[in-house]
């Protein structure tokens, strides 16, 4: 029992210092998207989808699709969290399906939601809840030839990370980014009008998010700089908020 209880505790360890390991927005980043579109849908829409969530939290919901990662019989999902498209390539629906695929499933399941089960409704709100976030993620629209930033191996703080996984977590992190500081952001550069979409369109979506790719790679002898992480803040921010306004879109659009 003492040795199992070792072995646990050892892999517990091993786990916890694997950057390479990384999905989509941490937990902070999906969070701030649920905020952000809470504040941004109709006093209705609220009553409906928080009736279909039932004890659940736009916050936890948003986060739900990590949360389960664990589960093995659900991970036919993974490969939903982003789509990979080479460099001057356009979008080809990939086999196991993608964001963009997943996406359009859901949104158009949802509006049939009057006729839906109960509980299918609410899996589907969870997982819009989640992607509407993840597009917003450049390097989730990124490359299959190094998935997505993943085998880009950068050092940061003198540890061994991955690009992906500086995107997801460590540029929120470094930068204490949150709700509040991108509302702020918003308010300062007038971007509210700006970044709200006019129409429910996830490659458009997509589409904007590979725009940043650029800014993404500029990193110099493989090594995450302050000036770099600093630089990206209000990028970052800018992505969070259209995460957003694309899940209050959707939503809007749908449940109002």
Excluded at 35 to 46: P, R, Y
Excluded at 147 to 173: A, P, S
Aim: charged share 25%; glycine share 6%.
């Amino acid at each position: 029992m003492k040795k199992n209880s070792i072995l646990i505790a050892f892999l517990a360890f091993i786990f916890s210092l694997a950057p390479t390991l990384t999905f989509a927005w941490g937990a902070e980043g999906h969070q701030i998207v649920a905020q952000i579109a809470k504040a941004n849908i109709k006093g209705k829409v609220l009553k409906k989808v928080s009736s279909y969530l039932g004890d659940m939290s736009f916050e936890k919901a948003a986060t739900w699709m990590d949360d389960i990662k664990s589960d093995k019989s659900l991970d036919y999902m993974k490969p939903w969290h982003y789509v990979n498209i080479e460099k001057d390539a356009t979008y080809v629906k990939a086999k196991d399906g993608d964001i963009i695929s997943e996406l359009d499933i859901v949104i158009a399941e949802l509006k049939n939601y009057k006729t839906m089960k109960a509980e299918d409704v609410a899996k589907d709100i969870k997982i819009l809840f989640h992607l509407c976030g993840d597009i917003a993620q450049p390097l989730h629209a990124g490359y299959g030839s190094d998935k997505g930033g993943n085998e880009v191996k950068v050092k940061y703080n003198d540890k061994d990370f991955n690009l992906h996984r500086i995107w997801d977590t460590d540029i929120i992190r470094a930068n204490s980014i949150s709700t509040e500081s991108c509302l702020a952001t918003a308010k300062r550069l007038k971007l509210s009008k700006t970044l709200k979409p006019k129409a429910v369109d996830p490659v458009a979506w997509m589409n904007d998010s590979r725009t940043l790719l650029s800014k993404a790679y500029e990193v110099k002898d493989n090594t995450i700089t302050p000036e770099y992480m600093s630089t990206n803040k209000e990028i970052v921010e800018k992505q969070l908020l259209k995460g957003g306004f694309y899940l209050a879109k959707v939503l809007n659009t749908i449940f109002g």
